[in-house]
């Protein structure tokens, strides 16, 4: 694949506040800057894959010469977060402007067959864990009038390809505002590889074929196929998630690049990484071949950190450094993430965003990227970010993430943070002495990677931030961890420590 040289997308994402806000009717100016009609979405999510794991965001490994060249032709922004350190809630917070700690859904939950649609703690818990945790929810309800819903009112065509994990039917794409979904399966992965045949797709794939290229094709054809209209197309890659696997050639090649002094060196990887970027790469000489690439916008964005915490060969997956820890943890490494917007004539080309933004944002930003208007009454707890695309400083107060349950993986303990600013608290439920909660506090200015805890040195600020975290927790309705009446004092929650998987 080609390198790719200049694309605009600049993506902007301004406020996540606490409580939902109804929005007025948005100014409609993306029509007059790309012509008579209004602009195309691209929407690209990838899966897993962590904040430095393109070239662009300073890796000397993988090699992603088409997400790098995206970057030049829009705004990359540093501060960018996922609402949740796994993928279902991220993924229902792009969908629907709203925080997952309103939704309910606060772990990966959208491939399970049993239906829970109310949110609430769990009825029992164990002996080893001090709070009792939430019940997620494991389906997108269908009353959320849907980013895919507001763009097909307006007109355009919309599509969903790859991953969705947000729920069977009938809580599918096609219930959910898309015309098309491929290659519509609920699974959380390409259960049974990325090679062809495929298991998730019956009778399809041949022998050898990877799966991210066949997603390509079927989205460029799409564009193709609706290049004189509007389109939505909602491009959720595979990659990286596991199964680890990677095209052949490409693990020997970076097999054989591989330096066993760097904390990211996974040959498999590198390869599945690579894949990623042609796809990337596909999708974009198909705008430029159609002659869209000035009507279209572009988010390149990640759904979570990236894996940490699984192995093959004994080497790590990736490594999120300087980012402590990675998916499924509340550190920066599980939700800081890459994210890269083209928005052709207004966010400047090769432009760098330092503003806080985070995946509730979306929804809102996009609206009044096309000049479309949300619905009478409808609130998101994002806000538009399109000041920040413009070059501009965001009046945001804080960004929040509620992830109520244990995760073994990585150690993660119940907890809800906030980053206002520079700062960061972290607060664990029923963690401290006698099932009471603890907190751990940084400054990620001074320690992006979370290493010094400055709670007990600065009391007053974690008042501050912890005002902050009853307000949200309180104005989202979010479900609270409480003291778990069968835990035995004294039993680790993790007793085998993390729960390492080697493939």
């Not at 097909?152 to 039917?169: I, M, P, V």
């Not at 980012?323 to 004539?345: N, Q, T």
């Not at 010094?452 to 309705?477: C, H, M, N, Y």
Request: with cysteine; hydrophobic share 40%; charged share 20%.
């Amino acid at each position: 694949m080609a390198n790719r040289k200049g694309h605009g997308l600049a993506h902007g994402v301004a406020g996540v506040t606490a409580c939902l806000f109804a929005l007025g009717l948005i100014a409609a100016d993306a029509t007059a800057q790309t012509g008579s009609r209004p602009p195309n979405v691209v929407f690209i999510l990838a899966d897993d894959l962590g904040w430095r794991d393109t070239g662009v965001y300073g890796s000397k490994f993988y090699e992603t010469p088409n997400i790098d060249a995206l970057a030049q032709r829009g705004m990359r922004f540093t501060n960018a977060y996922a609402a949740a350190p796994i993928c279902s809630p991220t993924r229902a917070s792009i969908l629907t402007g709203l925080h997952p700690a309103r939704l309910g859904m606060t772990t990966a939950s959208g491939h399970l067959a049993r239906v829970v649609l109310d949110k609430g703690l769990r009825e029992r818990g164990v002996e080893n864990q001090p709070a009792l945790t939430a019940e997620s929810v494991t389906r997108l309800r269908l009353e959320h009038f849907t980013l895919a819903e507001a763009f097909n009112a307006a007109g355009y065509r919309t599509a969903h390809f790859g991953k969705w994990h947000l729920g069977r039917e009938p809580y599918d794409p096609y219930q959910q505002g898309f015309d098309i979904d491929l290659p519509h399966t609920p699974a959380p992965g390409p259960s049974g590889g990325y090679l062809g045949p495929w298991t998730f797709w019956e009778g399809m794939g041949r022998a050898g074929e990877h799966i991210e290229d066949r997603m390509a094709t079927e989205a460029s054809d799409f564009m193709r196929e609706n290049a004189d209209r509007p389109f939505f197309l909602n491009y959720w890659c595979f990659s990286v998630h596991a199964p680890i696997q990677g095209k052949p050639h490409l693990v020997e090649k970076y097999r054989a690049k591989a330096d066993l002094r760097s904390e990211q060196r996974n040959p498999i990887s590198g390869a599945m990484v690579e894949s990623l970027d042609d796809a990337v790469g596909a999708l974009l000489d198909m705008i430029d071949d159609l002659g869209i690439a000035e009507s279209t916008i572009i988010i390149f964005f990640s759904d979570n950190g990236g894996m940490v915490h699984r192995f093959t060969d004994g080497v790590a997956v990736t490594s999120n450094a300087p980012l402590r820890s990675g998916k499924s943890s509340i550190y920066e490494g599980g939700v800081r993430e890459p994210l890269i917007a083209v928005w052709p004539g207004v966010a400047a080309a090769g432009s760098v965003s330092h503003e806080i933004v985070q995946s509730v944002d979306f929804y809102p930003t996009l609206l009044e990227m096309t000049g479309l208007s949300p619905r009478p009454g409808q609130g998101f707890d994002g806000v538009s970010i399109v000041p920040a695309l413009r070059g501009e400083q965001l009046a945001r107060e804080a960004i929040f993430t509620h992830s109520p349950h244990y995760t073994p993986a990585t150690l993660h303990r119940p907890s809800t943070s906030v980053r206002k600013g520079d700062w960061k608290l972290i607060r664990y439920y029923c963690d401290g002495p006698g099932q009471t909660d603890r907190h751990e506090l940084y400054n990620l200015k001074d320690d992006i990677g979370e290493t010094r805890d400055l709670a007990r040195r600065e009391p007053a600020k974690v008042v501050e931030l912890g005002t902050l975290i009853e307000r949200f927790v309180s104005q989202t309705q979010a479900v609270i961890p409480v003291p778990n009446p069968r835990y035995k004092a004294g039993l680790d929650p993790f007793p085998n420590g993390a729960a390492i998987r080697s493939e």
